[in-house]
C-alpha cells in the first residue's frame, strides 16, 4: 500500500529516479526542469530539506512497498495560514485516482500538521487532468495564471469548510 511520506535525506535516489523516469511525461503538461536541475540534484534535494527544516515548505513523497516514487506533493511558502500546493504523479500511477486521493490526504495534513487554512494551486489549460484533480479534492477555480509559460488558472481550497474534497 503507497505511503504519503514525509521529504528525507534517504530519498534522495528514489526522488532522482522518479524525475528521471518521468521527465517526458511531466513535459507534456508542465515545464521541463531542465539539464541543470540533474546535474545540480544533490543540491536541490538539500536545499529542499532546509527549506522544509525551516518551516517555509512541506515537502511529501507518495512511495510504494518497494520504496520507488510514485507522486511528490508539496505545501510551498508557508505563511500566514496559507500554502500553495504542487504536485506531480508518475506515469504509471496516473489515471488511478492516486492524485486525487493523496491531494486529499494533504489537505488534512496541511490543517492538523502544518496549522494551515487556505491552500491555493494553479495549472495549466492543458492539464486537464489536474483541474479534474483539484475540482474533486474541493479546491474552486479562483482565476487566471500563467504556469510555466502556459496560460491557466488559480485554485483555492479553505481546509475549514464543510467540503471536505
Known amino acids: 500500500?503507497?505511503?504519503l511520506q514525509p521529504l528525507r535525506a534517504d530519498h534522495?535516489?528514489?526522488v532522482l529516479a522518479f524525475e528521471r523516469d518521468n521527465r517526458a511525461w511531466f513535459a507534456r503538461s508542465i515545464s521541463d526542469r531542465g539539464e541543470e536541475y540533474f546535474e545540480r540534484f544533490s543540491d536541490e534535494h538539500q536545499s529542499m530539506l532546509d527549506e522544509q527544516e525551516a518551516g517555509v515548505c512541506a515537502f511529501y513523497l507518495l512511495v510504494d512497498d518497494d520504496g520507488a516514487v510514485l507522486?511528490?506533493?508539496n505545501l510551498y511558502n508557508l505563511a500566514d495560514g496559507s500554502a500553495e500546493l504542487g504536485y506531480r504523479v508518475a506515469e504509471e500511477a496516473a489515471g488511478r485516482g492516486v492524485a486525487t486521493t493523496t491531494v486529499r490526504e494533504l489537505c488534512g495534513l496541511a490543517a492538523s500538521r502544518?496549522?494551515?487554512r487556505i491552500l491555493k494551486a494553479g495549472t495549466s489549460d492543458q492539464n486537464v487532468a489536474s483541474q479534474k484533480v483539484l475540482a474533486?479534492?474541493?479546491?474552486v477555480r479562483t482565476g487566471p495564471g500563467t504556469f510555466g509559460g502556459r496560460p491557466g488558472a488559480w485554485y483555492r481550497r479553505d481546509l475549514g469548510s464543510a467540503n471536505p474534497g
Open 1 to 3: 500500500m503507497p505511503e
Open 12 to 14: 534522495a535516489a528514489a
Open 71 to 73: 507522486g511528490r506533493f
Open 114 to 116: 502544518h496549522g494551515l
Open 136 to 139: 474533486k479534492t474541493g479546491f
